[in-house]
């Protein structure tokens, strides 16, 4: 496992991390969570991401039980805050009170006195940005946060974030999180400029495009039992599913036979060629399925390689 600077800040996070949104206190069983965490710990990778709404703070539970038992320096665990824990008016968003108490629940769920990445999950439009950025100022200075990040901000309210912490002296943010795959490549135009210009670093997720480019889905042919498009609210992969990409995921199948590799490894290495990517996030709901996403770690295309991806996905 290799690993990469978070930004512009000293923290090395490996190049593939392990998530927990809809698997872990979802559709995956604890015992497979559990030991897809301890593959991926004995595999190298340093970096665990969960989030207080995936399944309603269920994912917390799991992945603060299966982290319990490694040295607490030994990994960086990141969760978020924003979307509603409750039916309340002051139980979603961005308000001083509810990314409080919300970091204490989620500190309490994970079982741990302090996370080391607190990202906002959505920007609040109905929060003045001031209010939010202090209250992740003092859990920076009261050492429950190390480091505060967005994500799926625009480059616009990223660069008012970072203006507004630099003229109020509060803790910068230093991490995005956006959706970032072959097939999903918005992030190029303003994203990731704006990013590299303020020394902020991605972790993106859903690298492997919901799965469409583990090349498990194919046209023509209903979805493997137990993968995620065979369950209805998600049969259509969030829109990725469609008729052109799977023509494009045949023609990168190509590609990474050509270059004697998995189609997982070639997507993976693909989206760390960016140097603004500090680590590409994946979900596993087997060990084995880690084994094969770290084979990525390292890897590097060349540029023949890269020109033939590129007309596929063009």
């Known amino acids: 496992m290799e690993y990469r600077r978070l930004g512009r800040t000293g923290l090395k996070v490996s190049e593939i991390s392990l ?23 004995d595999l190298g990778i340093n970096f665990f991401d969960t989030a207080n709404v995936y399944m309603q703070g269920g994912a917390e539970i799991v992945v603060g039980k299966a982290l319990k038992k490694y040295v607490r320096d030994s990994y960086v665990l990141a969760t978020k805050v924003f979307w509603p824990m409750g039916d309340g008016p002051n139980d979603r968003g961005l308000s001083r009170k509810h990314v409080m108490e919300q970091c204490h629940a989620s500190l309490k769920r994970l079982n741990t006195d302090y996370v ?17 950025l202090r209250a992740l100022d003092d859990l920076v200075r009261q050492g429950k946060v190390l480091y505060i990040g967005v994500s799926e901000w625009t480059a616009e309210q990223i660069t008012e974030a970072v203006h507004l912490a630099d003229k109020k002296l509060l803790d910068r943010i230093v991490v995005n999180q956006p959706q970032y795959s072959m097939l999903e490549r918005y992030i190029e135009k303003d994203i990731i400029p704006v990013c590299e210009k303020h020394g902020i670093g991605q972790v993106v997720w859903s690298p492997l495009a919901q799965g469409l480019l583990t090349g498990k889905y194919q046209k023509g042919s209903q979805a493997p039992a137990g993968s995620r498009a065979s369950q209805e609210k998600y049969s259509n992969l969030f829109g990725l599913l469609t008729e052109e990409n799977l023509d494009k995921v045949e023609l990168l199948k190509e590609v990474a036979n050509d270059n004697d590799m998995s189609l997982v490894t070639l997507a993976l290495s693909w989206i760390l060629r960016q140097q603004n990517v500090s680590s590409a996030l994946v979900g596993a709901s087997r060990p084995e399925q880690i084994e094969e996403n770290v084979k990525a770690s390292g890897v590097k295309l060349n540029d023949e390689t890269l020109a033939r991806i590129e007309d596929i996905l063009r």
């Open 116 to 132: 080391d990445i607190y990202y906002c999950h959505r920007f609040d439009q109905e929060t003045p940005l001031d209010e939010t």
């Open 19 to 41: 998530g927990s949104w809809l698997t872990y206190g979802g559709y995956v069983e604890e015992e497979n969570a559990t030991a897809s965490i301890d593959k991926a710990y």
